[in-house]
Structures are given as structure tokens and as C-alpha cells.
């Protein structure tokens, strides 16, 4: 099992910033990517990122290019996603997940991230 603890959401205005952290532990060996998705209210859970362990390759939803920036930190097992210029459609609970060699998902609890207008 891989257990997963977001930290880092909070309230900003447009414009603003906020860095969301993703602790890894348990079996981190297991995972070849990880990643952060969204959901906002009454919205279906969406993507947001992903970076790769191996080679640190990433990608991007289209809505987020430019602005937001996932990063990692093998040695604390902990992905990390830098938020610029932050709109109020920002607005979501956001997901860390790990995606386990064998084809399993493992999620996070979620964070809170509110940008008012």
C-alpha cells in the first residue's frame, strides 16, 4: 500500500499563489508516476498533472499550461505543484495521486484550494 498526505491548500486571491505538497509513503517503490487532479463543486474529478519518477517527464492539462508546475523530490518522496497567477475557476479540492506499476491507483484525501475573485 501507498498512503498519500496533500498539504498546502488554503484561500488566495486571483492572481495569487499557493504550492501544494504530496508526502509519499509505504510501498513508494511500487510507483512509476504521480499526479494531482481536481474537482471542484459539482464537477466531475479532473486532471491536472502528472510527473514521472524515472524521468521526471510531466504533463499538463491544457487549462493549466503556463501557470501551474509539478515537480518532485525522490529523496523525500514528495511531489510538489506550484500554482501562478491562480483564477477563482481554480477553485477545487485537489487530489495527489500515484499510479503502482501493477496498474493500481492510490489517492490522497484531498486539500481545499479557494481563489476569490
Known amino acids: 500500500q501507498v498512503q498519500l498526505v496533500e498539504s498546502g491548500g488554503g484561500l488566495v486571491q486571483a492572481g495569487g499563489s499557493l504550492r501544494l505538497s504530496c508526502a509519499a509513503s509505504?510501498?513508494?517503490?511500487?510507483?512509476?508516476?504521480m499526479g494531482w487532479f481536481r474537482q471542484a463543486p459539482g464537477k466531475e474529478r479532473e486532471f491536472v498533472a502528472t510527473i514521472s519518477w524515472s524521468d521526471s517527464s510531466t504533463r499538463y492539462a491544457d487549462s493549466v499550461k503556463g501557470r501551474l508546475t509539478i515537480s518532485r523530490d525522490n529523496n523525500k518522496n514528495t511531489v510538489y505543484l506550484l500554482m501562478n497567477s491562480l483564477k477563482p475557476e481554480d477553485t477545487a479540492i485537489y487530489y495527489c495521486t500515484a499510479y503502482d506499476l501493477g496498474g493500481g491507483r492510490y489517492w490522497g484525501q484531498g486539500t481545499q484550494v479557494t481563489v476569490s475573485s
Open positions: 509505504g510501498r513508494t517503490f511500487s510507483t512509476h508516476t
